[in-house]
């Protein structure tokens, strides 16, 4: 194999395990006879007996541990992980959260398998997504949901629910409700001075 197995190329991967375990099986399940054959001297003092005995060794050998190498695979698809994430829990804002790509296990299949049952056993590039943001069950706050003047959650939130409070929406922000506030105070100091925005009245003043 010796290459890495990541987005693009983990079906094929699951695929190519599978096919070799089927085939592994095979080998193993047709030469069985000839092996037994073998051990109870029924078969012709010949070669070619070596070469069955090597044949059923191989094939079992491969087919034990093929088959815990895609047992260990499909239980990540069905959880929608990775030896990355076995070996150490992806880092969300909130926490580490060790099932946090996990949607369920049909989605989980699908995230790997795609949509269309018809190509899961067919080397046939199916998986969803683009191989760089993938779907969480993290689920995030509700934007309507009501908010303290400071923009912070209150404390019974705070307690149910871990993520952090989203911004305030334009309509809540401070600086737009304090702005009219600016312009009356900034208007103060301009009242004792009655007419001197008119250049008209300046000159009669001054006159």
């Given at each position: ?44 003092d010949t070669q070619a007996k070596f070469h069955i005995m090597f044949l059923f060794f ?133 009242k004792g001075k009655v007419g001197m925005s008119n250049p008209a009245l300046t000159m009669?003043?001054?006159?």
């Amino acid at each position: 194999v010796n290459n890495c197995v990541g987005f693009s190329n983990y079906k094929f991967f699951l695929l190519f395990l599978a096919y070799s375990l089927l085939y592994c099986l095979f080998i193993a399940a047709t030469d069985l006879q000839y092996f037994i054959k073998f051990w109870t001297n029924g078969l012709p003092d010949t070669q070619a007996k070596f070469h069955i005995m090597f044949l059923f060794f191989a094939a079992a050998m491969f087919s034990v541990s093929l088959s815990s190498l895609f047992g260990y695979h499909c239980w990540l698809v069905s959880k929608n992980k990775s030896t990355l994430e076995v070996f150490r829990a992806p880092i969300f804002r909130h926490r580490t959260d060790k099932n946090g790509f996990s949607l369920g296990f049909s989605k989980n299949l699908r995230q790997v398998f795609g949509d269309e049952k018809k190509y899961w056993l067919l080397p046939v590039f199916s998986s969803l997504g683009d191989g760089c943001s993938f779907p969480t069950c993290l689920v995030n706050q509700d934007p309507e949901q009501a908010s303290t003047p400071g923009g912070l959650n209150s404390t019974s939130k705070n307690e149910s629910h871990l993520f952090p409070a989203k911004p305030l929406r334009d309509s809540q922000s401070h600086l737009l409700t304090d702005t009219p506030t600016w312009s009356e105070t900034a208007a103060k100091p301009e009242k004792g001075k009655v007419g001197m925005s008119n250049p008209a009245l300046t000159m009669e003043n001054e006159t």
